[in-house]
């Protein structure tokens, strides 16, 4: 009797240890799942944030004192939401779509590429927008994707700057070094200096002293140089004419929250005719501090 009273009373023991443990278990999942619900509901008020930002740049793009789309960073805060965020015309990068052979040889070389790759790179690229299968000399047509077992070329203008990635003899590493500085915009053969990240500014022709004025106006949050700085005659006469606020921008922004929580997100948005119109062409998230690396310039409280 003793004997199976002791079996009982283990088989008791092993009952409460389980359910124990189970009730541990669950105590565990659920702290885990309020914690996740809350990381959840802070990154979406970190998007609500982003989007905010969107939309007041695109009024204030117009704004008598307005935004100024050149790279510089703003701040300020809404709802103890510490946010940092770069406005950029997207004419001021290269533009996969219209930029020339030697400027795109140029920036291949400046991320590290020895002077034969950079210029296949670049003969690959204009190969693979223009329409026709003639091969540049170190470029790639259907053949040489074909023989390579990839997609052959789009043989189209770029859409988006994550199509360069099916560009032969594009590696992650490159393309996540080149695709802060590019853009697929409307064909443009040279980046605005205006708006160009100091990276494509050294790829510019211009003087030291000329960079140096439009990075010193960004860094000390002055009003920039005019846009007809650098033009000629004819642009000149051309930027007297009446401007709409239709284009194509960058918006990078940096989330902070009081519960510690970062996020970073990148958009590609247009504008249209009237103020405050605009349509978001892409969005994808960042490493947090990402964009402070591609503009490094003192940040501007600005005041909602």
Known sequence: MKKQDGFILLMV???LTAASAALAIASLSARLGAKEVGVTIDLAQARAASEAVLARSVLELNDASPLYADGRPYHFAIHGINLTYWLVDTR???DLNGAK????TAFFM?????APDAESMADT???WRDKNDKERPRGAEARAYQNAGLPGPGNRRFIDVSELRGVLGMTAELYQAAAPFLTAGPGNSEPDPLSAPEPVLALLPLSAAERDEILDRRRNASTPLSPDSFADTKEKADADKPKTPEGRY???VEAELPS???QAMRLVFSTGPRPGEYAILSRRTLPFGEAAQIYETRAKDVNF
């Open 13 to 15: 023991i092993a009952v």
């Open 92 to 94: 001021g990068l290269i």
């Open 101 to 104: 052979k030697k400027l795109l």
């Open 110 to 114: 400046q991320l590290g590429l020895n």
């Open 125 to 127: 690229i204009a190969d």
């Open 250 to 252: 960058l918006l990078m």
């Open 260 to 262: 510690g929580t970062k």
